[in-house]
């Protein structure tokens, strides 16, 4: 199988890679066109700022390469928060795949931490994505934003509210969790 990881300006690409590698799956990092559009499958990861990863993705036309993928395309994290409609963070309009917004966690309770950081379950698992993944497993977050529930939610988180740890239409899919950090069930 033909995997390639989309290369731009975010990280964790590397923890991607190496979870991979454990599974025995071999990737190729990259932006090159060519290369994502005859890839069998995408994978979106990201950790970082939503609007400088944009506009690294529009510099590169990547924005433009990503709407037009056929193939299945899996967002983590950053990822998926980019193929929403809008973030909050810096305002920015990003590659609009999935209807749902994407919002800052606020909290006054000094008790509840933003950004939430460790495991948490996800659950309304409704889709084959999830196939082999029992409703209320634990899976492994970092993330201060979060997207809403709507139409594309194949699965939810409640962490100071609930919202979408899962996305799904088309050909596209995003966890906001890290499934190579979430052990067996990222592995599944």
């Not at 190496?18 to 071999?26: F, K, M, Q, S």
């Not at 983590?76 to 309009?93: K, R, V, Y």
């Not at 088309?170 to 969790?177: A, L």
Request: net charge negative; aromatic share 10%.
């Amino acid at each position: 199988m033909n995997i390639a990881i989309v290369k731009y300006n975010a990280g964790n690409i590397q923890s991607v890679l190496y979870a991979l590698e454990r599974i025995g799956v071999t990737a190729v990092v990259t932006d090159d066109a060519i290369v994502l559009q005859n890839a069998d499958k995408v994978i979106f990861p990201g950790v970082g700022e939503a609007s400088t990863a944009m506009a690294y993705l529009k510099e590169r036309n990547l924005d433009q390469l990503i709407l037009q993928l056929k193939q299945p395309v899996l967002g983590i994290c950053l990822g998926m928060q980019l193929m929403c409609a809008f973030s909050e963070e810096n305002q920015t309009t990003c590659l609009g795949i999935f209807n749902e917004r994407v919002s800052q966690f606020k909290s006054n309770d000094p008790l509840i931490k933003v950004p939430q950081m460790g495991w948490n379950t996800i659950t309304h698992l409704n889709s084959p994505l999830f196939k082999g993944v029992e409703e209320a497993s634990f899976v492994y977050f970092v993330h201060g934003y979060c997207a809403s529930i709507g139409d594309n939610t194949i699965a939810q988180t409640d962490y100071i509210h609930s919202y979408s740890s899962a996305l799904h239409k088309d050909n596209f899919f995003g966890v906001q969790f890290h499934p190579e950090k979430s052990a067996a069930v990222g592995e599944t």
